[in-house]
């Protein structure tokens, strides 16, 4: 299984930028899928999960209402939609396809991809 994100960059507080992430090795449709991410000397941390229909979300409270998960499992893409930036939203971004249809913080991440840096100057 390969996970491929792109779309990090570097943006101005109170921008957007949108994440990608491409599958491609089994069956992109049975699987949750969500974004991560790793600021400098943090450990990295839960950002957004999508079930495997693309209609179960869950957020983390620093992003809820900024940014927004969704998949098109025609494409087996992932998505991450992020508005109203914020320098503490600067960290490499990972997406993460998880071990069966819906997420679940036991069962955890079963692929990474390769991460995509965004930085927020302020």
């Known amino acids: 299984v390969q996970l491929q994100a792109s779309g990090g960059g570097l943006v101005q507080a109170g921008g957007s930028l949108r994440l990608s992430c491409a599958t491609s090795?089994?069956?992109?449709?049975?699987?949750?899928m969500g974004w991560f991410r790793q600021a400098p000397g943090k450990d990295r941390e839960f950002v957004a999960t999508?079930?495997?229909?693309?209609?179960?979300?869950n957020y983390a409270d620093s992003v809820k209402g900024r940014f927004t998960i969704s998949r098109d499992n025609a494409k087996n893409t992932v998505y991450l939609q992020m508005n109203s930036l914020k320098p503490e939203d600067t960290a490499v971004y990972y997406c993460?396809?998880?071990?069966?249809?819906?997420?679940?913080?036991?069962?955890?991440?079963?692929?990474w991809g390769k991460g995509t840096q965004v930085t927020v100057s302020s």
């Open positions: 993460g396809q998880g071990s069966q249809g819906y997420y679940s913080p036991l069962a955890g991440i079963e692929y």
């Open positions: 090795g089994r069956t992109f449709s049975n699987y949750a």
């Open positions: 999508i079930d495997w229909r693309g209609i179960d979300t």
